[in-house]
């Protein structure tokens, strides 16, 4: 399964699975890019996201987190 950048909330699931315990709202976005093309489910372009996909994907990350 090849995740895209759009797929900002099935990346935000994999990210809760991957890093349990991270905390998404400390992650700058330059880390948290290279967190997210390491996800085994990435398939996209590594330098195609824009500052407001990371956002999006980071805020996503926080409500699946948080439950």
């Known amino acids: 399964m090849n995740r895209t950048w759009r797929d900002v909330q099935d990346l935000a699931r994999d990210l809760v699975e ?9 992650i700058p976005h330059d880390k948290l890019r290279t967190m997210i093309t390491s996800l085994p489910t990435f398939g996209d372009e590594p330098d195609a996201a824009t500052e407001e996909i990371l956002e999006e994907i980071q805020a996503a990350w926080y409500e699946v987190s948080e439950g």
């Open 18 to 26: 991957q890093y349990p315990d991270a905390d998404p709202l400390t």
